[in-house]
Protein backbone atom coordinates (compact mmCIF):
# COMPACT_ATOMS: atom_id res chain seq x y z
CA UNK A 1 0.00 0.00 0.00
CA UNK A 2 1.56 3.30 -0.47
CA UNK A 3 1.60 7.10 0.95
CA UNK A 4 -2.07 8.49 1.20
CA UNK A 5 -2.15 12.06 0.48
CA UNK A 6 -4.93 14.36 -0.78
CA UNK A 7 -5.91 15.60 -4.16
CA UNK A 8 -5.25 19.49 -3.37
CA UNK A 9 -1.40 18.08 -1.95
CA UNK A 10 -1.21 16.52 -4.59
CA UNK A 11 -1.93 19.61 -7.32
CA UNK A 12 0.19 21.74 -4.93
CA UNK A 13 3.09 19.11 -5.82
CA UNK A 14 2.44 17.51 -8.19
CA UNK A 15 6.26 17.31 -10.27
CA UNK A 16 7.51 16.18 -6.99
CA UNK A 17 5.31 13.40 -6.37
CA UNK A 18 5.81 12.17 -10.18
CA UNK A 19 9.01 12.19 -9.27
CA UNK A 20 8.56 9.81 -6.73
CA UNK A 21 6.37 7.60 -8.55
CA UNK A 22 8.99 7.85 -11.45
CA UNK A 23 12.15 7.23 -9.59
CA UNK A 24 11.46 5.56 -6.75
CA UNK A 25 8.56 3.27 -7.94
CA UNK A 26 6.42 4.58 -5.02
CA UNK A 27 2.40 4.61 -5.22
CA UNK A 28 0.57 7.08 -4.15
CA UNK A 29 -3.22 6.59 -3.29
CA UNK A 30 -4.96 10.13 -3.03
CA UNK A 31 -8.01 10.31 -1.05
CA UNK A 32 -10.85 13.50 -1.47
CA UNK A 33 -13.31 14.24 1.56
CA UNK A 34 -11.50 11.59 3.28
CA UNK A 35 -12.11 8.30 1.17
CA UNK A 36 -8.86 7.30 -1.77
CA UNK A 37 -10.49 7.74 -5.02
CA UNK A 38 -7.31 6.99 -7.13
CA UNK A 39 -4.14 5.45 -6.83
CA UNK A 40 -0.99 6.63 -8.89
CA UNK A 41 1.75 4.07 -9.68
CA UNK A 42 4.43 3.32 -11.88
CA UNK A 43 3.81 3.05 -15.47
CA UNK A 44 4.92 -0.91 -16.18
CA UNK A 45 8.21 -0.92 -18.49
CA UNK A 46 7.89 -1.67 -22.33
CA UNK A 47 11.10 -2.86 -24.08
CA UNK A 48 12.09 -1.34 -26.92
CA UNK A 49 12.56 -2.23 -30.38
CA UNK A 50 16.57 -1.71 -29.59
CA UNK A 51 16.26 -4.12 -26.67
CA UNK A 52 14.50 -7.10 -28.34
CA UNK A 53 17.91 -8.94 -29.34
CA UNK A 54 19.26 -8.83 -25.60
CA UNK A 55 15.92 -10.04 -24.53
CA UNK A 56 15.45 -13.33 -26.93
CA UNK A 57 18.96 -14.29 -26.74
CA UNK A 58 17.79 -14.45 -22.66
CA UNK A 59 15.32 -16.71 -23.01
CA UNK A 60 15.40 -20.62 -22.61
CA UNK A 61 16.27 -22.29 -25.88
CA UNK A 62 13.46 -25.48 -26.31
CA UNK A 63 14.97 -29.06 -26.66
CA UNK A 64 14.90 -30.52 -30.54
CA UNK A 65 11.50 -32.36 -29.34
CA UNK A 66 9.96 -29.47 -27.98
CA UNK A 67 10.54 -27.34 -31.08
CA UNK A 68 8.92 -29.96 -33.05
CA UNK A 69 5.99 -30.13 -30.85
CA UNK A 70 5.86 -26.42 -31.02
CA UNK A 71 5.75 -26.11 -34.66
CA UNK A 72 3.36 -28.75 -35.13
CA UNK A 73 1.13 -26.90 -32.77
CA UNK A 74 1.44 -23.61 -34.64
CA UNK A 75 0.57 -25.69 -38.10
CA UNK A 76 -2.20 -27.04 -36.84
CA UNK A 77 -3.42 -23.65 -35.30
CA UNK A 78 -2.94 -22.57 -38.74
CA UNK A 79 -5.15 -25.35 -40.88
CA UNK A 80 -7.88 -24.67 -38.13
CA UNK A 81 -7.74 -21.00 -38.41
CA UNK A 82 -7.73 -21.04 -42.45
CA UNK A 83 -10.66 -23.21 -42.15
CA UNK A 84 -12.97 -21.41 -40.58
CA UNK A 85 -15.25 -18.90 -42.84
CA UNK A 86 -13.91 -15.37 -42.77
CA UNK A 87 -16.60 -13.04 -41.08
CA UNK A 88 -16.83 -9.36 -40.69
CA UNK A 89 -17.73 -8.71 -36.89
CA UNK A 90 -19.33 -5.28 -37.91
CA UNK A 91 -21.97 -6.93 -39.27
CA UNK A 92 -23.16 -9.71 -36.56
Known sequence: MGQVITITEFRRRLSHYLDRVAVQQET?????????????????????????????????????????????????GQKWANSQPLRDPWEE
Not at 29 to 39: D, H, Q, S, T, Y
Not at 43 to 66: C, D, F, I, M, Q
Open 28 to 76: LLLKRRGRVIAEVRPAKRTVTLRELPALLARLPRLSKKEAEAFARDVEE
